[in-house]
């Protein structure tokens, strides 16, 4: 696939719960300088920070619900215009209905923005459910890691930034993490054929280390090439 036809990279990397999301475009952001959005990132945040938005928002995320609409659309709006975008972004974690999609759409036409890609990541149930009961992150880079698929190089410290603190989410529990991959079905799946009548979905095989799903990334997008 053509990469890069606007200025710089315009990716939405989409997938179950667990897939690695998170990890992919952390190293894209990396690798090629561009801005990495995650959505529940941006909602943990207002969480994290006290505020109304957050007090609202906690009790729907710990039980694995979606946060309305309305409010992540906004978030995503206002934060497309910070001026570290002006190079791209990838998108995570949005969007997760066909409605926010559609808002996407419009919203990137009016900017005078093209996706260049929706990249899918699988990868089966059975592992998604191991990798999400295990994950922890970095506290001081936001850097994912798993007990089981990606441990740091050095036990107890962060390969990216050096960190020793950790954290564990709260609503990472297998009730939970059941009931999401059963909303992602009900919700966010449909838009998989909406990105593919579209000609800009691209899937890859999300089951291995963080490296070998990387170089199947770079090897469909040919990135490398094009950035």
Do not use: W
Request: hydrophobic share 35%.
């Amino acid at each position: 696939m053509f990469i890069g036809q606007n200025k710089g990279l315009h990716l939405v990397i989409t997938g179950a719960p667990g897939t690695g999301k998170g990890t992919q475009a952390g190293v894209l952001k990396r690798e090629f300088g561009i801005c990495h959005l995650s959505a529940g990132e941006m909602l943990r945040d207002e969480i994290r920070k006290g505020s109304e938005v957050g007090k609202k928002l906690e009790p729907l995320l710990a039980g694995g619900n979606f946060a309305p609409d309305e409010l992540i659309i906004e978030m995503v709006s206002r934060r497309i215009e910070e001026a570290d975008c002006a190079n791209g972004f990838i998108l995570d974690g949005f969007p997760r209905t066909i409605k926010q999609a559609e808002f996407l759409d419009g919203m990137l036409a009016e900017k005078g923005i093209k996706l260049d890609a929706v990249l899918e990541i699988l990868v089966p149930d059975e592992i998604i459910v191991d990798r999400i009961m295990g994950r922890y992150t970095c506290v001081t880079c936001g850097e994912n890691y798993s007990d089981k698929f990606h441990k740091p190089k050095v036990a107890g410290v962060c390969d990216i930034c050096g960190g020793f603190k950790f954290s564990k989410r709260l609503d990472d529990t297998r009730e939970t993490v059941e009931k999401r991959l059963v909303k992602y079905r009900d919700f966010t799946y449909p838009t998989i054929s909406y990105y593919r009548d579209k000609g800009v979905l691209c899937s890859v095989d999300g089951n291995g280390t963080v490296d070998v799903v990387a170089a199947r990334i770079d090897k469909l997008l040919n990135l490398k090439e094009h950035l």
